[in-house]
Structure formats: structure tokens, C-alpha cells
């Protein structure tokens, strides 16, 4: 059974940073197209950024350009996030899946076939 768990979202101020993690079981995350989505009560799911595990091709909405990044050790997709601000706040969720990657101004969460349950980042002023 395919699992993806998210951790380290939490409180925090405007101007600091926090890593998310997202570990798998379950599946394996080498060479997948793995992306990080956004969630505000009342918005739209929102794609935050996207990369193929098994090459150095990735993406990034231009909200969190040059703050997030995204990277992979193992088993274990990372979102670091730097320079937060209350626009960031959210849930985060990781989701995964095994066709090619592509980035169309936009990352579609429908093409998607596994995702995690969550993790809250609150970013105060």
C-alpha cells in the first residue's frame, strides 16, 4: 500500500524558513514526477513545485520562486522554504506520480495518482 507522509509545517513568522518532508512507503521515489500542492480554505489547490526524481528538471510557481526548493534524498522529498510570508500560509501536500513530468505555467493536481494527507504552515505578519 502506497503511503506518502508530509511533516514539518507549523507556526512561524514572516521571514523565516521551514522544511517540509514528505516520506514514502510503499513506493518508490526514483525517477517519479513528485510535486508539492498548496491548499487555502476557500482557493483553489494550488501547485507550489514540481521535479522529476530522476534528473535535475524541476519548476516552481512564480510566488515562490527563488525561496522554495525542492529536492530528494532517498526516500524522502524535501520543500525547503525560506523568506515565508503570510501569502505561504496553507496546507502542503506532496503527491506523486509515474508518467513524464511536464510544467504548463501550471502544476495540474489531477494528473497526480498519490498524495499525502497534509501538513499546516502558518505564517504570521
Known amino acids: 500500500q502506497v503511503q506518502l507522509v508530509e511533516s514539518g509545517g507549523g507556526s512561524v513568522q514572516a521571514g523565516n524558513s521551514l522544511r517540509l518532508s514528505c516520506v514514502a512507503s510503499?513506493?518508490?521515489?526514483?525517477?517519479?514526477?513528485v510535486a508539492w500542492f498548496r491548499q487555502v480554505p476557500g482557493k483553489a489547490r494550488g501547485g507550489v513545485a514540481v521535479?522529476?526524481?530522476?534528473?535535475?528538471w524541476m519548476h516552481y510557481a512564480d510566488s515562490v520562486k527563488g525561496r522554495f526548493a525542492i529536492d530528494r534524498a532517498q526516500d524522502t522529498v524535501y520543500l525547503q522554504m525560506n523568506d515565508l510570508n503570510p501569502e505561504d500560509t496553507g496546507r502542503y501536500f506532496c503527491?506523486?506520480?509515474?508518467?513524464?513530468?511536464?510544467?504548463?505555467?501550471?502544476?495540474?493536481?489531477?494528473?497526480?495518482?498519490?498524495w499525502g494527507q497534509g501538513t499546516q504552515v502558518t505564517v504570521s505578519s
Open positions: 521535479f522529476y526524481t530522476g534528473g535535475n
Open positions: 503527491a506523486a506520480h509515474e508518467r513524464a513530468c511536464y510544467y504548463s505555467g501550471s502544476i495540474d493536481g489531477t494528473d497526480f495518482s498519490f
Open positions: 510503499g513506493y518508490d521515489f526514483r525517477m517519479k514526477c
